[in-house]
């Protein structure tokens, strides 16, 4: 029996082709979650292996859409793209795409030919004209949570590749079922981010006080590990009687769970300091809250009003550090360095008698921060020395975001174990 070895060979380089996308994509749905990123990345590796156009809709509103698109010669990578967009914009009832995601059938044309064209709109057959279709097929992209996604599109023009045949649409329809899953992930990844983030900006305050002469900043940072949301909170808004209540505070924890109880505290300190503002008092009710829900974790807080019109700020706290206080004799300096206990465990002692009060002399430049400033190299001694060089610089204090310029005077790398909280305030004059 004759073997014709030119003819293995082709059916190897071609098995080699498709196993080449399939570990290739494989790598690529794995890692991202930027589902557009990955799309885009699925199509240039198909085009690069097994077909010469690759074409992937998904569903937008109940409408199969566009939304990526590759081409083997780059140069005709925007011509493609645009006569695909032309195609999906006037897609008739018989568009091979639709038909395809409504069934849910896959699609293999092993030889196009005008007979095939007959049924497609005129977009359609100039798009498959204009690009030389000369193989085609079309597999559903698949969700096992979701559904049928959309379709992705195969096409082989004038590579001098062999035509499409059942053997290789297993391939395309594996491609199909990774994309569905990776698309779902990413967009429920998406969704997620989304919800976090607004449910971040709502935990925080949208705008910050404004008043002539004095100048507030703020800069938050969940921990390198979570999404967007975290356990540490800064607030500063005006009291009816015309000073301005600032909090700054620290939930034992990270991520969703940590924010859930950060968004209570801060609401809740707002509510106390508002009906009766008192630092210690307002401390005393959130800590009272905890116990009220069983909370076994701590939560560290600092309350301070300031008085625009005295120049004083008066500060309690219950275990949590600063803020830190530099006046033009150039020193900084840590005045409410009595701690207390954090909230949560009151019970153990009791808070102090008294808020402490601070005279402001102009010029005055006032740090409130959260331990994660402290610990992100887990060296406290020295992140703590960092913070005071900081706050002794000029260009810190006076930055257009000094927030901002203290936090990236005192970590130096991107990523931190522990969220972050800075709320600056600098008197520029009286």
Request: glycine share 6%.
């Amino acid at each position: 029996m004759s073997v014709d070895i030119r003819l293995l060979a082709s059916r190897y380089e071609r098995e080699h082709r498709y196993l080449e996308l399939l570990v290739r994509s494989g790598d690529i749905l794995s890692r991202a979650l930027d589902w557009r990123q990955t799309i885009d990345a699925v199509c240039e590796a198909a085009v690069e292996t097994v077909a010469d156009i690759c074409l992937l809709d998904l569903f937008t509103d109940e409408r199969l859409c566009l939304v990526a698109s590759a081409h083997r010669d780059p140069s005709r990578a925007n011509e493609l793209k645009t006569a695909a967009e032309s195609a999906a914009d006037h897609r008739g009832t018989q568009d091979f795409a639709i038909l395809v995601a409504r069934s849910g059938q896959p699609l293999l044309a092993p030889e196009v030919n005008d007979a095939f064209f007959a049924s497609q709109s005129a977009e359609q057959k100039a798009l498959m004209r204009r690009m030389g279709y000369k193989s085609m097929m079309i597999v559903p992209i698949t969700s096992k949570t979701q559904g049928i996604l959309g379709t992705l599109t195969l096409a082989l023009g004038d590579s001098g590749q062999e035509p499409y045949d059942e053997s290789v649409l297993r391939f395309a329809q594996d491609l199909g079922l990774r994309c569905g899953a990776a698309i779902a992930k990413a967009q429920l990844y998406q969704q997620t981010l989304n919800i976090a983030t607004r449910f971040q900006q709502a935990a925080l305050p949208s705008t910050l006080p404004k008043h002539r002469g004095i100048s507030f900043d703020a800069f938050y940072e969940p921990s390198s590990q979570e999404l967007l949301v975290g356990g540490d909170w800064y607030d500063a808004f005006d009291l009816p009687d015309g000073r301005i209540a600032i909090t700054v505070g620290d939930v034992l924890g990270h991520g969703i769970d940590g924010a859930v109880w950060m968004s209570r505290h801060r609401n809740g300190l707002r509510a106390a300091l508002l009906a009766d503002p008192d630092p210690v008092r307002a401390l005393q009710i959130a800590d009272e809250m905890m116990r009220i829900d069983s909370r076994d974790e701590f939560t560290t807080a600092l309350v301070a009003l300031l008085d625009p019109a005295r120049h004083t700020l008066t500060c309690a706290t219950a275990g949590h550090p600063g803020p830190l206080v530099w006046d033009r004799s150039g020193k900084v300096i840590d005045p409410f360095a009595e701690r207390g206990l954090p909230l949560g465990l009151f019970e153990l002692g009791k808070v102090g008698k008294t808020a402490e009060v601070l005279s402001l002399p102009p010029g005055s430049f006032a740090v409130f921060f959260t331990d994660g400033l402290l610990e992100w190299n887990r060296n406290i001694e020295d992140s703590w020395e960092r913070l005071t060089r900081a706050i002794m610089r000029q260009d810190v204090r006076e930055a257009l975001h000094p927030a901002t310029a203290v936090l990236q005077s005192v970590i130096d790398r991107q990523t931190h174990q522990d969220d972050v909280a800075v709320l600056t305030i600098r008197y520029d004059h009286w």
